[in-house]
């Protein structure tokens, strides 16, 4: 059995950026264009097709919902509707050649470790990270943009949980 959760942008914000093309929370006007890079998408997270995906740029604050202080960062979807990432899918493909950090958090935005991976070699990584007791859930980032893809928890800590919690809910303190 899986022992973590793959946490992606919720269909209940991605929808509303779609819609209203302003960042939750902020009212930030979002930017759409081609993709010029990879990305991923942070809802289906999937890499874009450079040069002909289309997506959004927004302002969204990954710590929402889970810590009192903000901490809001650029990210980017499809355009166009996608489906959510499964949770239970495990760490995704399209990520694995990507250069990545994990930054591990305990409770309070307190980071407690910090690990490089590439090649490929995340599995192990996230095993000891997710191990110590010590880390509450972890940010996956990637490590040359250094913005937010999405976050990683344990399958056990949030059993039966909704998707305004598992999403993050979006709307960030203003």
Same mark, same amino acid.
């Given at each position: 059995?899986?022992?973590?959760?793959?946490?992606?942008?919720?269909?209940?914000?991605?929808?509303?950026?779609?819609?209203?093309?302003?960042?939750?929370?902020?009212?930030?006007?979002?930017?759409?264009? %081609?993709?010029?890079?990879?990305?991923?998408?942070?809802?289906?997270?999937?890499?874009?097709? %450079?040069?002909?995906?289309?997506?959004?740029?927004?302002?969204?604050?990954?710590?929402?919902?889970?810590?009192?202080?903000?901490?809001?960062?650029?990210?980017?979807?499809?355009?166009?509707?996608?489906?959510?990432?499964?949770?239970?899918?495990?760490?995704?493909?399209?990520?694995?050649?990507?250069?990545?950090?994990?930054?591990?958090?305990?409770?309070?935005?307190?980071? %407690?470790?910090?690990?490089?991976?590439?090649?490929?070699?995340?599995?192990?990584?996230?095993?000891?990270?997710?191990?110590?007791?010590?880390?509450?859930?972890?940010?996956?980032?990637?490590?040359?943009?250094?913005?937010?893809?999405?976050?990683?928890?344990?399958?056990?800590?949030?059993?039966?949980?909704?998707?305004?919690?598992?999403?993050?809910?979006?709307?960030?303190?203003?």
């Amino acid at each position: 059995m899986q022992s973590y959760r793959v946490v992606a942008i919720g269909d209940r914000v991605a929808d509303t950026v779609r819609k209203t093309l302003r960042s939750p929370g902020y009212g930030h006007p979002a930017h759409t264009e %081609v993709a010029t890079g990879y990305g991923p998408c942070r809802q289906c997270l999937k890499t874009f097709a %450079v040069g002909s995906d289309r997506r959004i740029l927004f302002t969204y604050d990954s710590f929402n919902g889970r810590e009192s202080f903000p901490l809001p960062g650029p990210v980017f979807i499809h355009e166009h509707d996608c489906d959510r990432y499964p949770e239970d899918g495990g760490f995704p493909v399209d990520m694995l050649s990507h250069r990545l950090t994990l930054n591990a958090y305990g409770s309070g935005r307190r980071l %407690v470790a910090q690990r490089y991976v590439s090649n490929g070699v995340v599995e192990p990584e996230l095993q000891r990270l997710l191990q110590d007791r010590d880390v509450a859930y972890i940010h996956v980032r990637d490590t040359e943009a250094g913005c937010y893809d999405f976050c990683i928890e344990r399958m056990s800590d949030l059993e039966g949980g909704d998707e305004s919690r598992t999403s993050n809910g979006g709307y960030s303190h203003e």
